[in-house]
């Protein structure tokens, strides 16, 4: 069977799936897909994932996942033993609130504005606008967020899958200066001690050394 392939971009929402390989310690293929270059929207990709997006996950056995929250169930139910899925049924629901949270909300409404204004159907003098609402919106949701956690360390207690979903809008405010919470401020820090973090912050072309600094 082939090995698994994740369809990423560097510095992208794929960074969480591609931190969960390396903590669930998956032997894998990377493919990058040029986004601004619209390699996601040439039929080869589409094929892959028909929505355009990434991350996608292809399985050993051929199927593809081609949803952040679902890839990260998914190696984490399925990979070494489940360890990074909680087993109790209330920390399930909880792992799948904060990781719907971070993707629909925090990015899907705030950071999503930011980054791609154009996708709001604005004229060029409208983009910063949009791109305020954005930073708003995610500044709002990360607060939020921030109150879904226990009050220190993981996520959940012990490292789950949620916690690489929360580093990348963490890692995302920390780029483009959108304010964290003190509780968020904390997690990121932490999670930027993990050696798959700083691993695939390296690959992606970033130096974890100069991250977490902004008070
Ligand atoms: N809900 C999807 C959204 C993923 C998503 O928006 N990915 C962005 C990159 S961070 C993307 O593929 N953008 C290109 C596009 O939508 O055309 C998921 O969680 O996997």
């Not at 990058?32 to 056995?61: C, F, H, K, M």
């Not at 399930?92 to 999503?112: K, L, P, S």
């Not at 920390?174 to 700083?198: E, K, N, S």
Request: charged residues 25%; aromatic residues 8%.
């Amino acid at each position: 069977m082939a090995n698994m392939c994740l369809y990423m971009a560097p510095g992208s929402c794929s960074t969480a799936a591609n931190i969960i390989l390396e903590e669930v310690e998956e032997v894998f293929e990377v493919a990058v897909i040029d986004i601004p270059a619209g390699q996601n929207r040439r039929p080869e990709y589409l094929a892959i994932n028909p929505r355009g997006t990434i991350p996608s996950l292809r399985l050993r056995d051929g199927s593809v996942l081609t949803d952040l929250v679902t890839i990260a169930e998914w190696l984490g139910r399925n990979c070494r033993r489940g360890r990074y899925w909680p087993a109790d049924p209330a920390l399930q629901e909880r792992a799948r609130a904060i990781m719907h949270h971070v993707t629909g909300v925090v990015h899907g409404q705030g950071f999503a504005r930011v980054f791609v204004p154009e996708a709001y159907g604005c004229d060029p003098q409208e983009a910063a606008q949009v791109i305020a609402e954005g930073r708003r919106i995610a500044a709002q949701a990360l607060v939020e967020a921030a109150a879904m956690l226990d009050a220190e360390g993981y996520a959940l207690g012990t490292f789950t899958v949620a916690d690489p979903i929360l580093f990348y809008v963490e890692f995302w405010a920390d780029m483009t200066d959108v304010p964290l919470p003190p509780r968020l401020l904390d997690h990121y820090r932490f999670m930027l001690g993990r050696d798959a973090v700083y691993r695939v912050l390296r690959e992606e072309g970033y130096d974890p050394g100069r991250l977490g600094k902004a008070a």
